[in-house]
C-alpha cells in the first residue's frame, strides 16, 4: 500500500457529501417513525419528561420519547460504523483490514509503516472486558504474520479514537497503552491516518454543517408531533 498524499479540501468535500446522505436518509426514516414502534415505560417515563420540562404532559412526554431515540442511541450507534465506512471510501492511503478483529490498515504519516487499527467511537466508548478482546486481536495479528514471515513491530498495532483527546481516554484505554499498544484518539489519529494538520476540527465542522442542512431538525419534530398525537389518545395510560 503506497502512502498517498490528499488535498484536506478533498477530504472535507467528501466528509460532507457523506454524512450528509447518513443525515438526511436518517431525517427520511424519522419522518416515517410512528408512534406504534415505540414502546415506553410508563413507570418512568414521566421521569424523564420532568427531566426535560417543568410540566409534564404530552408535549414533555413525546419529546422524552423522541430526544433519546433521535438524538442518543440511534445517532451513536452508528457513528463508528459509518466513520470507518467514511474512511475507507475516501482515505486513500486506508483500506479494510484482512486481519480477524481489526478494522482499517493505513499508512502511518509520521513513521510510513503499515498500521493495523481497531477503530473505536470515543474514549470512554469501552468497558475492562474489552481490553482482552482487542489484545486478543492484536496477538492474533502477530501470529498471522509469524506465519507469513511479515515485518511487525510493537508500534503496529494501533487503536484510533475517533474523537476526544488522549487527556480525555479512559482508564480502559490507559491499560491498553500500559500493556504496550498505541491509542491514538482525535486530532492525534486523523494526522496519523492522513498526514493533514488540523484534519479534525474542520472534519467536525463539515459533519455539523451536513448535519445542519439535512432536514434531521425538522423530521425530529415532526416525530415528536406524531409521539404527541399517540400519548394524548392513550391519556390514561399516563395518568395525563
Known sequence: MENIKQSKQQILDNAYTFFFKMFTDKA???????????TINPFTIQATAFAISDAVNSDSIAKAVVYPFALGTSMATSFGTNTQKFIVETVENAVPSV????????????????????????????NTG???????HFKGLRNLARVNHL???QDDPVVGVLYG???????????????????????DFWFHLTGIQGLYDELIEQVQLAANQSGLHSAVKLMINEVKAGIESDKDIFGL
Not at 478483529?101 to 513513521?111: N, Q, T
Request: hydrophobic share 25%; charged share 30%.
Open 28 to 38: 427520511e426514516k424519522y419522518r416515517k417513525k410512528k408512534y406504534s414502534s415505540f
Open 130 to 136: 474489552d481490553i482482552e478482546t482487542i489484545e486478543n
Open 99 to 126: 486481519v480477524p478483529g481489526l478494522d482499517i490498515e493505513y499508512i502511518d504519516s509520521i513513521d510510513g509503516e503499515t498500521k493495523y487499527c481497531q477503530i473505536k467511537a470515543g474514549p470512554s466508548t469501552i
Open 165 to 187: 483527546t488522549h487527556a480525555d481516554l479512559s482508564s480502559v484505554y490507559k491499560t491498553i497503552e500500559n500493556d504496550g499498544y498505541t491509542v491514538l484518539a482525535g486530532d
Open 151 to 153: 515485518k511487525i513491530t
